[in-house]
């Protein structure tokens, strides 16, 4: 958060007291946020689901391709500080032209790179382009449409980032069985010359603050771009490389780890430090930005955990999940300005409490899964959870806003890039690592209960000898070992089907937390 103090960076920027800048044509400006968050938040999901046939192309082995991703979202972290200093000096609308021109030539270019490490440079400099989107589109929202325009505006905004993450999967399905994987990038090209043409003719111009421009707190942006992005590589890499066991991830965590607090020692020491760390014991502001975090974890209940009991258990093709992810997607058309629009008439604790119960009870009803589970099963638990999260997410960040001054409400934009980025990759880490040891423990626990002469064994292995395996005239000693296998794989599936019911077990539990941190929330200052 910017410091207000006596010689802060409010007072330098002489944002405090000037009246907001407010667009002569809104509606384009919320198109315009629109399509950044859309792209943004779609861009990452669409290169995780089509690393395997990215890296194909590019020959990169398993443990290079993980790479991939890390670099477009640590670029996108580093960004973030430097990209609320940009927008209160040079203007949003400067500093979102100059990003959509650099991430569109980059997403233009890597489809035409066939090397790993241009790849993955070109791929950097895509993530710093989009790196401006999500930090200055709140700002946007809040700064140039009018006052009775917020709700829908951050609903809307809220609306896309569901929207992006959940119709992922459908697209690059589509893209490789039409066009290829190079489309998972050419696709942002169109969108990214929408988003220019929205913010140019959408948001303001803003007159350059030529006194302050070499007065900023570089020290400060670099400590926090630097720790932030190497605290997020070492989660997106940590459950890959097994953590403590990896001399890499220990190494990104302390690096990481030292930055911030040379970050937060300077933020303390420096008067005119670009974040006020008084403002986090504001009032309600330490436990709303605890409830991005956990909403960025339940967002995972389903766009992770059931993408993975469909393609590991089930046994579906990448492209198929998507099918089951559009129910979360498409009905966000209608939640999200339905939602906007009630947030005028009813406070946004009652609607974020009715949300998480929302999930609390989709939670519930996805964790009584067994194996035989197809997309349809799901279908109940998703509809509540594409409401839920979407009342949640547009509340959360709406009765956030209320509490910031104007300049505070630009930085806000950093904090959300954060609680996106890294709070949702520390949830990723969480789940996963969950998921990994819940399974195991299954696996170990049914395993005990699969003994040599036991008569349920016998009979099982039987069933195998008599049935898929003998119409086949495999001979019975290779009848036996394969039949061993099928059971094997039996014992595999069940315990990864427990494990996934464990962690709809573990989004619930988070579920009831909020509940309990939203019901201690104060009202917002008027």
């Known amino acids: 958060m910017v410091r207000a103090g ?80 940009l927008g209160m000096v040079f203007g949003p609308r400067r500093v979102l032209l100059a990003g959509s021109i650099t991430f569109g030539f980059a997403e233009l270019l890597l489809p035409m790179c066939r090397e790993l490490d241009g790849f993955l440079a070109l791929h950097f400099v895509a993530g710093l382009g989009s790196g401006t989107f999500v930090p200055l589109a709140i700002g946007v ?58 913010v140019y003719f959408g948001i303001p111009r803003e007159p350059i603050k030529q006194d302050v421009k070499g007065k900023g707190d570089y020290w400060g942006m670099a400590f926090a771009g630097l720790g932030f992005a190497l605290l997020y590589a ?10 403590a066991s990896s001399g890499l991830v220990v190494g990104l965590l302390l690096g990481g780890g030292l930055l911030i607090a040379a970050f937060t020692v300077h933020g303390y020491r420096n ?19 605890l409830l991005l975090i956990i909403a ?46 009630v947030l005028r008439y009813i406070d946004a604790r009652i609607l974020m409490a009715v949300g998480m119960s929302l999930i609390l009870i989709a939670c519930l009803v996805a964790s009584e899964l067994t194996s035989a589970w197809s997309e349809s099963d799901f279908i109940p638990s998703m509809l509540l959870q594409a409401v839920g999260q979407t009342m949640v997410l547009t509340s959360l960040i709406y009765y ?13 934009g950093a904090v959300i890039q954060t609680a996106r980025l890294l709070g949702g990759e520390l949830a990723s880490a969480l789940v996963q690592s969950y998921a990994r040891i819940s399974t195991q423990i299954h696996s170990n626990l049914l395993g005990a209960h699969v003994m040599t002469g036991d008569a349920s064994v016998i009979e099982r292995l039987s069933g195998f000898s008599h049935g898929p395996l003998a119409r086949f005239g495999v001979t019975d000693t290779s009848n036996s070992v394969r039949g061993v296998g099928m059971l094997a794989n039996q014992v595999r599936e069940q315990a990864q089907t427990l494990a996934y019911s464990d962690a709809f077990l573990l989004a619930a539990a988070t579920a009831v937390i909020g509940i309990a941190i939203i019901a201690m929330l104060r009202s917002a200052p008027s």
Request: glycine residues 8%.
């Open 234 to 243: 070492a989660l997106d890499q940590g459950n890959r490389l097994d953590w």
């Open 141 to 198: 929202v809040v700064r140039n449409l009018p006052r009775n325009l917020w709700p829908l505006g951050i609903s809307v905004y809220a609306m896309n980032l569901e929207l992006s993450l959940n119709i992922a999967a459908t697209l690059e399905g589509w893209h490789l069985d039409h066009g290829g994987w190079q489309w998972i990038f050419w696709q942002n090209l169109p969108l990214t010359l929408a988003l220019i043409a929205c």
């Open 296 to 341: 960025r974890l339940l967002v995972l209940s389903s766009n992770f955990i059931v993408p993975q009991f469909l393609t590991q258990v089930a046994g579906f093709r990448p492209q198929q999940v998507g099918q089951i992810l559009l129910w979360v997607a498409l009905p966000q058309f209608l939640i999200g300005p339905c939602v906007g629009i």
């Open 6 to 85: 006596k010689h802060g960076l409010m007072d330098m920027l002489h944002l405090s007291d000037g009246p907001r800048v407010e667009s002569t044509r809104p509606w384009i400006g919320i198109l315009a946020v629109i399509l950044a968050a859309f792209i943004s938040t779609l861009s990452s999901r669409l290169t995780n689901f089509g690393v395997a046939d990215i890296s194909g192309a590019l020959g990169a082995s398993f443990d290079e391709r993980a790479w991939i991703t890390t670099s477009f979202s640590a670029a996108q972290m580093l960004m973030g500080p430097l990209a609320v200093w």
């Open 400 to 412: 956030t806003v209320r509490h910031l001054n104007p300049v505070l409400v630009i930085t806000f």
């Open 271 to 289: 008067p005119n430090a670009f974040i006020d760390f008084g403002f986090l014991i504001q009032r309600n502001i330490l436990p709303l930005l």
